[in-house]
């Protein structure tokens, strides 16, 4: 197209060739700037304004608790925020709950995958019990899982019975086993997620590896060993990053289940912020610790982009 | 010195899917030391008899030995035999080095003592300064190599081959050829490699078994599976080839008279190369190769005289296709040697010596 219209005829100029902003309009750049304009403006007015707005608003003091105080411009907040034991305590959990539900999802996915990979009969219905959980609502899912957890009824602590060593425990409210107990409900929630990556990574390997493994003695560990490992591994870098975001977004279960309690036991840095901003209705702090989730959860991005473009250069050569 | 126990043995062996025979009661005897290829089209079991050597594949019934012990029931891990895959099977997060010693390692060999055999399989395969790369930044040719020296890191009985060279272009597939006949010849190891590629299997093999349908058609040297092809399709499939159908007039002591359409052939019996000898009046096939034709009329007696109209020439540098059309629309095959001063349309006589054909009883 471009080359239609920067030819010349012999004694003049073809139909198009005008102006430098004409020409950069209907060419190169300017015309994807063009096609990509009411895109743009979308995505700015959904979550460029709202996150222009929390990003005032972090410096302002809009607390209904203390209205007087509200127009007070600084960096009052993000003060507060760097001494405030509670927001870096939210964090470490954050942390522990990210942690425990990126290697109970990749433990529980690879399994799963690694069980259902050469399966040759019910195999669609084998797989599709494995992705049920990640069609269930994360609302109903803190519910079920609320219900088994229960500690007169539940039935966890039914089927733990018959073990001598196990007393019946309220696994919620237990400031022990709280944590835990989330981690496993999100893990049954989101490790599908995990499994269709597995799955993939795993059809993806050629079956002569294995079978050239199998003429050299392997056994079937040393194979898991040598060669599906190392396989997955660009797969495993994009699986644990994009977990890591996710188990750090989480909010649902944990709100529905505990709240963040008992005595904040399970309060993460988003239960921390609903919880700032709509208990202590402080909304400028939680628009603060907003702020800061957003720069962790970047930096994961940030992270996960780089382990995407190395697994792209590393696909199908060495990792 | 021939060794008295053959490096391999296949006695009966049967292969189906199925309603589909895949191996069909082969029997095949492989001495110590030799290049033998199986050669076939696809899907005429060939691959599938290599797997189940190298316990890949199961068959249904029949009797495997290596160095004369039975392997038939035995792991793929437990037997002697180590296998070149077509696409080389290269772990590619594994240096070349690790790619070598990896079956060394697994046997539990020492960590210094698989350094060694690395270094020495690199050198055999003369590519010393590779160890610490990775397949991908190789290329095809030294892919190949590589596979070739982590089979035979192990030092295995017999090496297997399944079409390591179908992936490799026209020139590299000649050098390796060389490369493979030579580092066999260094080695002194059994290979049994499958191939469809007939110029791949008589360029290489000491010996070339043709299979088709499962079963082998002839077991021979490579010169004699071309000039003295047993059966109609090897004839086909081994070579470009002229079939003429002919029927046995007349046996006279060493000698056959052959009715040819119009024509009368005196060829020597001994040029029957099929397993049956025909009777008189039955159906035989007549092959005459390209360049066993030569062109203009022949004074020799008992030379087979053919004309025809030059149709169509192909220049290929060392030599000439010629297309003739016989007087009866028969389209014949002819290579001859440049340069060719004859025009196309252009009347055109060849002839044959009558011991340079082959007979094979029926059509």
Same mark, same amino acid.
């Given at each position: 197209?471009?080359?239609?219209?920067?030819?010349?005829?012999?004694?003049?100029?073809?139909?198009?060739?005008?102006?430098?902003?004409?020409?950069?309009?209907?060419?190169?750049?300017?015309?994807?700037?063009?096609?990509?304009?009411?895109?743009?403006?979308?995505?700015?007015?959904?979550?460029?304004?709202?996150?222009?707005?929390?990003?005032?608003?972090?410096?302002?003091?809009?607390?209904?608790?203390?209205?007087?105080?509200?127009?007070?411009?600084?960096?009052?907040?993000?003060?507060?925020?760097?001494?405030?034991?509670?927001?870096?305590?939210?964090?470490?959990r954050s942390a522990l709950y990210m942690g425990g539900t990126v290697i109970g999802s990749i433990v529980l996915a690879l399994s799963a995958a690694l069980l259902t990979r050469r399966i040759v009969r019910f195999r669609a219905l084998a797989r599709l019990t494995f992705l049920i959980p990640w069609t269930v609502p994360a609302v109903v899912t803190a519910l079920v899982w609320g219900v088994m957890y229960e500690g007169?009824f539940g039935v966890i602590n039914r089927l733990l019975?018959?073990?001598?060593?196990?007393?019946?425990t309220d696994w919620l409210i237990d400031?022990?086993t709280a944590l835990p107990a989330l981690i496993l409900a999100q893990v049954w929630n989101e490790f599908p997620v995990a499994y269709i990556f597995f799955l993939a990574g795993l059809h993806s390997?050629? $079956?002569?590896?294995?079978?050239?493994?199998?003429?050299?003695?392997?056994?079937?560990?040393?194979?898991?060993?040598?060669?599906t490992l190392?396989?997955l591994?660009?797969v495993t870098a994009v699986i644990v990053v994009l977990l890591m975001i996710m188990g750090f977004k989480s909010f649902p279960i944990i709100f529905i289940l505990t709240g963040g309690?008992?005595?904040?036991?399970t309060?993460t840095m988003t239960v921390?912020?609903y919880?700032?901003?709509?208990?202590?209705?402080?909304?400028?702090?939680?628009?603060?610790?907003?702020?800061?989730?957003?720069?962790?959860s970047?930096?994961m991005?940030?992270?996960y982009?780089?382990?995407?473009?190395?697994?792209?250069?590393?696909?199908?050569?060495?990792? | 010195?021939?060794?008295?126990?053959?490096?391999?043995?296949?006695?009966?062996?049967?292969?189906?899917?199925?309603?589909?025979?895949?191996?069909?009661?082969?029997?095949?005897?492989?001495?110590?030391?030799?290049?033998?290829?199986?050669?076939?089209?696809?899907?005429?079991?060939?691959?599938?008899?290599?797997?189940?050597?190298?316990?890949?594949?199961?068959?249904?019934?029949?009797?495997?030995?290596? $160095?004369?012990?039975?392997?038939?029931?035995?792991?793929?891990?437990?037997?002697?035999?180590?296998?070149?895959?077509?696409?080389?099977?290269?772990?590619?997060?594994?240096?070349?080095?690790?790619?070598?010693?990896?079956?060394?390692?697994?046997?539990?060999?020492?960590?210094?003592?698989?350094?060694?055999?690395?270094?020495?399989?690199?050198?055999?395969?003369?590519?010393?300064?590779?160890?610490?790369?990775?397949? =991908?930044?190789?290329?095809?040719?030294?892919?190949?190599?590589?596979?070739?020296?982590?089979?035979?890191?192990?030092?295995?009985?017999?090496?297997?081959?399944?079409?390591?060279?179908?992936?490799?272009?026209?020139?590299?597939?000649?050098?390796?050829?060389?490369?493979?006949?030579?580092?066999?010849?260094?080695?002194?190891?059994?290979?049994?490699?499958?191939?469809?590629?007939?110029?791949?299997?008589?360029?290489?093999? =000491?010996?070339?078994?043709?299979?088709?349908?499962?079963?082998?058609?002839?077991?021979?040297?490579? &010169?004699?599976?071309?000039?003295?092809?047993?059966?109609?399709?090897?004839?086909?499939?081994?070579?470009?080839?002229?079939?003429?159908?002919?029927?046995? &007039?007349?046996?006279?002591?060493?000698?056959?008279?052959?009715?040819?359409? =119009? @024509?009368?052939?005196?060829?020597?019996?001994?040029?029957?190369?099929?397993?049956?000898?025909?009777?008189?009046?039955?159906?035989?096939?007549?092959?005459?190769?390209?360049?066993?034709?030569?062109?203009? @009329?022949?004074?020799?007696?008992?030379?087979?005289?053919?004309?025809?109209?030059?149709?169509?020439?192909?220049?290929?540098?060392?030599?000439?296709?010629?297309?003739?059309?016989?007087?009866?629309?028969?389209?014949?095959?002819?290579?001859?040697?440049?340069?060719?001063?004859?025009?196309?349309?252009?009347?055109?006589?060849?002839?044959?010596?009558?011991?340079?054909?082959?007979?094979?009883?029926?059509?």
């Open positions: 197209m471009s080359g239609f219209n920067n030819k010349k005829g012999k004694g003049g100029r073809l139909a198009g060739d005008g102006s430098s902003l004409s020409n950069f309009l209907t060419e190169g750049r300017g015309f994807l700037l063009i096609m990509l304009l009411p895109a743009l403006l979308v995505l700015g007015f959904v979550i460029g304004l709202p996150m222009l707005k929390a990003l005032i608003l972090s410096f302002d003091t809009i607390n209904f608790r203390r209205p007087a105080a509200a127009g007070t411009f600084g960096w009052h907040n993000y003060e507060k925020l760097v001494f405030d034991a509670q927001v870096w305590n939210a964090v470490w007169n019975d018959p073990l001598p060593f196990l007393d019946r400031r022990d390997i050629p $079956d002569e590896l294995y079978e050239a493994a199998r003429i050299d003695r392997a056994s079937a560990f040393n194979q898991f060993r040598y060669i190392p396989q591994s660009s309690g008992p005595a904040g036991a309060e921390l912020t919880n700032t901003a709509f208990r202590k209705l402080d909304f400028s702090y939680a628009a603060t610790l907003g702020i800061l989730a957003v720069l962790i970047l930096a991005v940030l992270v982009l780089r382990v995407m473009k190395r697994a792209e250069r590393g696909a199908g050569g060495a990792v | 010195m021939t060794d008295p126990v053959p490096a391999i043995e296949l006695k009966n062996i049967c292969k189906a899917y199925g309603a589909l025979r895949v191996i069909d009661d082969v029997s095949l005897t492989i001495e110590r030391g030799v290049f033998i290829t199986l050669l076939g089209p696809s899907g005429c079991g060939k691959s599938t008899l290599l797997r189940s050597i190298v316990g890949l594949a199961e068959p249904d019934s029949g009797t495997i030995l290596v $160095d004369g012990k039975d392997i038939t029931n035995a792991a793929a891990h437990n037997r002697p035999v180590k296998m070149v895959f077509q696409d080389y099977a290269l772990f590619p997060h594994m240096t070349v080095a690790q790619n070598i010693g990896f079956g060394c390692e697994m046997q539990g060999m020492e960590k210094s003592a698989i350094a060694r055999r690395s270094t020495e399989l690199l050198e055999l395969i003369r590519l010393p300064d590779i160890a610490n790369r990775y397949p =991908d930044a190789l290329s095809g040719g030294q892919r190949q190599r590589v596979a070739l020296a982590r089979a035979l890191a192990p030092d295995p009985a017999a090496l297997l081959l399944d079409e390591p060279l179908g992936a490799l272009d026209l020139k590299l597939r000649q050098d390796m050829q060389r490369e493979l006949k030579a580092i066999q010849r260094r080695t002194g190891k059994t290979f049994v490699f499958v191939t469809h590629d007939q110029q791949e299997a008589m360029s290489m093999s =000491d010996l070339v078994a043709v299979m088709n349908k499962g079963k082998i058609e002839q077991l021979d040297s490579p &010169e004699n599976i071309y000039a003295n092809p047993a059966t109609l399709f090897i004839a086909d499939f081994v070579g470009a080839t002229n079939l003429f159908e002919a029927t046995v &007039e007349a046996k006279d002591g060493d000698h056959l008279t052959l009715s040819v359409g =119009d @024509a009368h052939w005196r060829v020597p019996a001994a040029r029957v190369t099929s397993h049956r000898k025909p009777d008189v009046g039955e159906a035989v096939s007549v092959v005459i190769r390209p360049e066993a034709f030569d062109i203009g @009329a022949s004074r020799r007696k008992g030379d087979i005289q053919l004309s025809g109209r030059l149709t169509d020439q192909t220049y290929l540098g060392d030599r000439v296709h010629l297309n003739v059309e016989t007087a009866d629309e028969k389209s014949l095959l002819v290579d001859a040697r440049p340069p060719i001063s004859i025009g196309e349309g252009a009347e055109i006589r060849l002839h044959c010596r009558a011991d340079n054909l082959a007979i094979i009883a029926g059509r």
